[in-house]
């Protein structure tokens, strides 16, 4: 064979992966479960490199030179695993197959584990920034062995999205499952970065009183400024932006019922098993779930909300400066909780993750993409082993100096009952962090009292219960 890459499962994603591929000088073999597909894919864009079309499975792996590298971009789950035993079976020692689809990491350490065993590299991969990004460079977070990486990396430079320093946005994040987790929790972080914007919006549009042309023009001067990010770029567009038909606002058209398709969901699962706080992701889950139950929402409707009213002109503008404030630090939590759920993630399952090369490699290409990215980056370098992002000597100082106006935004929303779970949680997480003494002994003590489940003391060595149906005395247990 001489096509260097070949990709399988030629629907959105997967033509415009081949067509990079294509695009930056490589041969491409395509196929796809239905051959009309293929056919299409090089009839329409045949003109822009080298693609070699493959009916069959046999004749896609013979297009391939060795060892063979391969991509698969089909519907995540069962579909995966059938492309899988259809291909393994004509591949041999050595090859590569890259797994480009949202999977679960569980489930790419089982195929990592069960091809390695048959002497082929499994490549779970992450690869974020939508269609556009799968055509125009993408972030791409690929785990599996150092050895396939090898191999694959130079490819996967030229065809991902550039950082602003030149830097290609990809590298590797670890073996087995670790670039599928990675990317696991980018979208996490998506969710969480789009459920603040969100309630930076119903705040400027409650209680500033700002029409959606107005926050449009807010969003777009934020983007100027620290808050630098693809996700308010498209705000203020979306924002800006009037239905043709009704001539009115396109957002107050839209149907307020925020859909998922998972990877938000499965963040928080596993958040809640390694036992790593990510309650603005699970806020941004939840939010979007509470605004779909439309019957609950109904029959809630005339439950009493506060009397506040829209603030005046004068004090409009100042409260747009404070939620900015207040995104920005809700912001940096929910980063903050992100990398520590993959670092909490590398450690579980060894995969020695950089946080300071994740940064890196989400500066451009993928939807979380901003200038914000570039400081954590910073951060990790400046100290690889730092235990969490607020304790970086920078966000700490900006946090701080946030707080006052934070704290006023979530007494706004409260006032005026805008709800605000992910400022609100963000908040409490960074008050929890600072607690000097948080009510946790109180729980300790009364799991301690109906359970028995014993608790330490601050000032000695080892575990206590209390005979709390007896004398009262306390006992030592271990
Ligand atoms: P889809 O997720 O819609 O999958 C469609 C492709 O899967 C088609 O090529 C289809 O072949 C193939 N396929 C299916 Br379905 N079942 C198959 C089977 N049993 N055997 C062989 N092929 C099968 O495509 P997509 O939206 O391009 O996404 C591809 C992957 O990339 C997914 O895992 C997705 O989660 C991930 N992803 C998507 C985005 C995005 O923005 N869309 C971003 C990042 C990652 P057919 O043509 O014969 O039906």
Redesign the pocket.
Known sequence: GTAQIGV????????NLARNFARNGFTVAVH???AA?TRALVEEFGSEGTFVPAESAEEFVAALERPRRLVI????G???D??IQ?FAPLLEEGDVIID????HFADTRRREKELRERGIHFVGTG?????E??LHG?SIMPGGSAESYASLGPMFEKIAAKAPDGTPCVTHVGPDGAGHFVKMVHNGIEYADMQLIAEAYHLLRAVAGYSPAQIAETFRTWNTGRLDSYLIEITAEVLAHTDAATAKPFVDVVADQAEQ?GTGRWTVQIALDLGVPVSGIAEAVFARSLSGHAPLREASRSLPGPAARPLGEDDAGRFADQVEQALYASKIVSYTQGFHQIQAGGDAYDWGIDLGSVAAIWRAGCIIRAAFLDRIREAYDAQHDLPSLLSDKQFAEEIGAAQDDWREVISAAARHGVPTPGFSAALAYYDALRAERLPAALTQAQRDFFGAHTYRRTDREGSFHTLWGGDRSEVRTD
């Open positions: 399988t499962g030629l629907a959105v994603m997967g033509r796809n479960r239905t597909k971009m089909v519907k995540a069962d579909p995966t059938a492309v259809e480009g689809g949202n999977a690869i974020s920034g939508g269609e990004g799968a993408p398709k």
